[in-house]
């Protein structure tokens, strides 16, 4: 079975300063990872996935995330962050031949400190 | 573009009343989707429909019935409202059910069960 675990519930890190957020999966056969971002009293939207090809995806916003098979890992970067950043990430995965069947991670709220 | 509207926002209920909540969305997508977000335990999808006609449960199906009206529009009801299904609800669509296509989400209903 497949499953997501973020490490940290709440991260908080200085403006200008690398974020970090951290995600392992579980997964039987290559999955499809994905980071969401949700801002407050908001849905959530696609950061960035990763499906085939290079391990090393890019999204919006300056975020990146790297697929890692051996430590099947997905962390999300960036290098600098901004105020607009503060929000609750959410890592998922998607294995089998349907989208209905993507696991979400508990969240990671991100707070940026001035 | 307004992508997936649901309505309400905000509501109270007492225990045993009845609701729908109503979702639209606007892109042509295929599937369509109903999560519930509790604090601590990221998504958890309740029902979904693959495409118009067909509907499917989800991880908790339990004391909620949907309906997929028509390709834009699919709505969940709570027959007889309990306090434990006091959450924030969101609806999402994908361009279609298969691994890897992102979901897209609308902002969500505030649900309390008094």
């Known amino acids: 079975a497949q499953s997501v675990t973020q490490l940290g519930s709440h991260v908080s890190v200085s403006e200008g300063a690398l974020v970090l957020l951290r995600c392992n999966y579980s997964s039987s056969v290559p999955p499809y990872l994905f980071w969401y971002v949700q801002y407050p009293n908001q849905g959530l939207q696609l950061l960035l996935k990763y499906t085939t090809g290079a391990t090393l995806v890019k999204g919006i916003n300056g975020f990146e995330a790297e697929f890692k098979k051996s430590e099947t890992s997905f962390h999300l970067t960036k290098p600098s962050a901004h105020m607009s950043d503060a929000a609750e990430y959410f890592c998922?995965?998607?294995?089998?031949?349907?989208?209905?069947?993507?696991?979400f991670g508990s969240g990671t709220r991100l707070s940026i400190r001035p | 573009n307004a992508g997936v509207t649901q309505t309400p926002k905000f509501q109270v209920l007492k225990t045993g009343q009845s609701m729908t909540l109503q979702c639209a969305q606007d892109?042509?997508?295929?599937?369509m989707y109903w999560y519930r977000q509790d604090p601590g335990m990221g998504l958890r999808l309740i029902y979904y429909?693959?495409?118009?006609?067909?509907?499917d449960k989800g991880e908790v199906p339990n004391g909620y019935n949907v309906s997929r009206l028509n390709k834009r529009e699919f709505s969940l009801r709570l027959e007889s409202a309990a306090p434990s299904q006091t959450s924030v609800y969101f609806c999402a669509s994908s361009e279609g059910d298969r691994a890897g296509q992102p979901q897209h989400f609308g902002d969500g209903t505030r649900l309390s069960i008094l």
């Open positions: 892109m042509n997508h295929n599937s």
């Open positions: 998922a995965v998607s294995q089998y031949s349907s989208a209905s069947k993507i696991i």
């Open positions: 429909s693959a495409s118009e006609g067909t509907t």
